[in-house]
């Protein structure tokens, strides 16, 4: 009887080991799920865009050509006034909320009010557009400096143009120097993970290349209107 007995707690202890067993791969299943369920569901990788001769990057590297072509497209589309400032200024704030730091919304909020009360925003019209021969593959070097691995300094070199009905009222050459932060924070509303945190330092009149004066016509001089870029 005792073989017996010996041979039934052999069976019953292996019975016990199993279910421990099977208990164990349950909690890890339940890890395992709870790992997959809480990974990202999407993945934003930064590609530069001329890949004639291949790139291989980390996936959280972002390039500098990118970090400046995110910072001219949002900047051009903040500073676009169509058809009446007071009402297209405001608007573009809330369009590109997503793409600014609460810093950078604060501070434009405060220039369209200050704008505003001057008056220079009623029936305006204005757009910036890049100087020609001074974007960034022009001298790409001094365009972005990588300050750390999520923070940079983009310099823009822009021709900004304002009109009041068919009369153009200001044309000026201007230098931003702007801070872009890497924002991962909202993707389904700012799939770059990059955001504009305004002015790395205040905005400067540049002066435009003489033209070349010919036999017969001296070189025009070039008159800068308006007053804050």
Same mark, same amino acid.
């Given at each position: 009887?005792?073989? @017996?007995?010996?041979?039934?707690?052999?069976?019953?202890?292996?019975?016990?080991?199993?279910?421990?067993?099977?208990?164990? +791969? *349950?909690?890890?299943?339940?890890?395992?799920? @709870?790992?997959?369920?809480?990974?990202?569901?999407?993945?934003?990788?930064?590609?530069?865009?001329?890949?004639?001769?291949?790139?291989?990057?980390?996936?959280?590297?972002?390039?500098?050509? =990118? !970090?400046?072509? @995110?910072? *001219?497209?949002?900047?051009?589309?903040?500073?676009?006034?169509?058809?009446?400032?007071?009402?297209?200024?405001?608007? =573009?704030?809330?369009?590109?909320?997503?793409?600014?730091?609460?810093?950078?919304?604060?501070?434009?909020?405060?220039?369209?009010?200050?704008?505003?009360? =001057?008056?220079?925003?009623?029936?305006?019209?204005?757009?910036?557009?890049?100087? /020609?021969?001074?974007?960034?593959?022009?001298?790409?070097?001094?365009?972005?400096?990588?300050?750390?691995?999520?923070?940079?300094? !983009?310099?823009?070199?822009?021709?900004?143009?304002?009109?009041?009905?068919?009369?153009?009222?200001?044309?000026?050459?201007?230098?931003?120097?702007?801070? !872009?932060?890497?924002?991962?924070?909202?993707?389904?509303? =700012?799939? @770059?993970?990059?955001? +504009?945190?305004?002015?790395?330092?205040?905005?400067?009149?540049?002066?435009?290349?003489?033209? /070349?004066?010919?036999?017969?016509?001296?070189?025009?001089?070039?008159?800068?209107?308006?007053?804050?870029?």
């Amino acid at each position: 009887m005792s073989r @017996f007995k010996n041979e039934v707690k052999h069976l019953q202890a292996h019975v016990k080991s199993l279910r421990l067993g099977a208990a164990a +791969l *349950f909690v890890v299943a339940l890890l395992l799920g @709870f790992g997959w369920w809480s990974s990202p569901k999407s993945l934003t990788i930064h590609v530069p865009p001329d890949l004639r001769s291949g790139s291989t990057r980390k996936w959280w590297d972002v390039p500098p050509e =990118n !970090v400046y072509a @995110f910072t *001219f497209y949002i900047w051009q589309q903040a500073q676009r006034w169509p058809a009446n400032g007071e009402e297209d200024y405001p608007r =573009n704030l809330k369009a590109l909320s997503a793409y600014l730091t609460p810093r950078c919304r604060s501070f434009l909020q405060q220039d369209y009010e200050l704008r505003r009360n =001057n008056g220079e925003l009623r029936q305006r019209v204005r757009g910036i557009y890049e100087i /020609p021969g001074r974007g960034y593959g022009d001298d790409p070097t001094s365009r972005v400096q990588a300050v750390s691995a999520n923070d940079w300094i !983009v310099t823009l070199e822009v021709s900004a143009d304002e009109y009041l009905g068919s009369e153009q009222v200001k044309r000026a050459l201007v230098r931003y120097a702007l801070k !872009v932060v890497r924002m991962d924070v909202d993707p389904e509303h =700012n799939p @770059f993970g990059l955001a +504009l945190d305004c002015y790395a330092s205040a905005p400067r009149r540049i002066e435009p290349a003489p033209a /070349p004066a010919s036999a017969s016509q001296p070189a025009a001089a070039t008159h800068l209107q308006g007053g804050a870029p």
